[in-house]
């Protein structure tokens, strides 16, 4: 787990902080059950507020990244978890919507770009 704070962000630092785990658990770089540092470890790894960390947790847990688990700290859900796998269907979506744009940028036909989401599915 990484997590960089930068002063130079318009994102708040929590947002920051919440965005970059979010964005590692997306992509498998945490994995489910992995056990979270606590907030205050967390707080003092980055040189940053408790109250900054917990409301970063506190977002992440809100969207069904993580639980909180008393007496063993913040866990990583997994895709299983319906607000997760509704994350990840949203970026499904958007890389499909991507790839097609990508089609009509050179005039592919509906029937090509189908054809070529087939052939990427049978592989």
Partial sequence: MKVVISNRSELPIYAQITEQLREQILNGQIAEGTVLPSIRQLAKELGVSVIT?????????????????????????????????????????????????????????????QAAFTALLKS
């Fill in 53 to 113: 960390t917990t409301r970063a947790y506190k977002e992440l847990e809100e969207s069904g990244f993580i639980v909180s688990v008393q007496g063993k700290g913040s866990i990583v859900l997994g895709s299983k978890n319906d607000l997760v796998r509704e994350q990840y269907l949203k970026r499904m979506e958007e890389h499909l919507e991507q790839a097609i744009l990508t089609g009509r940028q050179i005039q592919l036909s509906d029937k090509e770009i």
